[in-house]
């Protein structure tokens, strides 16, 4: 099955414990990110681990990555985290009513 929805795409990245803790340390780490050693420093993982992890999140459009000379440091696209935010509590509290349905006489 293919995901094509932006939003479906960032929910099935952050569906995985790994994919979710490096998230969540690179919104902590900011605007500065981390590069892969320092992530996994944090985390206690292997670079390839990370790795993979990291393309899941930079293809779900999560995660931008910059090289700089060697390192290629790591952060979060807080447009894309916002609008998953958004998505998810555009209609917090709105109420919902089922329809009435005819009953067949």
């Known amino acids: 099955m293919s995901i094509t929805s932006p939003t479906a795409r960032a929910l099935a990245a952050l569906g995985h414990d790994t994919r979710l803790a490096i998230f969540r340390l690179l919104v902590r780490a900011g605007e500065e990110g981390l590069n892969v050693g320092e992530i996994g ?6 670079p390839s681990t990370l790795a993979h992890h990291l393309s899941a999140l930079v293809e779900a ?3 931008v990555q910059e090289r700089q000379g060697r390192a290629v440091i790591n952060r979060v696209d807080y447009v894309a985290m916002r609008r998953t935010l958004d998505f998810l509590t555009s209609e917090c509290c709105t109420g919902v009513k089922l329809a009435k349905t005819e009953t067949a006489a």
């Open 61 to 63: 459009g999560l995660v």
């Open 41 to 46: 420093q944090h985390l206690d993982q292997a």
